[in-house]
């Protein structure tokens, strides 16, 4: 078995009680895997922000966002009032 439409096909022949010892392992499964870690907050944050169902690319959203700052100054402008530089 190598898909998991044959997994899933396998499933449905087992007995009651295998079904649930593999319940039981497939739990154990779950609880031992890593929590999203930082990439996957990222992608989440940026999927809510955007409103896009894609995966988000944090490095890209960054290309296309540097230097659009719309209120007629350019970003290092900004960045200089924001730390106080004249």
Do not use: H, N
């Amino acid at each position: 078995m190598s898909t998991l439409a044959e997994i899933e096909q396998a499933i449905t022949a087992l007995p009651a009680a295998e079904v649930e010892r593999l319940v039981d392992w497939l739990e154990r499964q779950r609880a031992a895997l890593p929590k999203a870690g930082k990439r996957e907050a990222v992608d989440a944050f940026l999927k809510r922000w955007t409103g896009s169902g894609e995966t988000a690319d944090p490095a890209r959203w960054l290309a296309e966002s540097v230097g659009t700052a719309t209120s007629g100054l350019s970003t290092d402008e900004i960045m200089r009032l924001t730390r106080g530089e004249d």
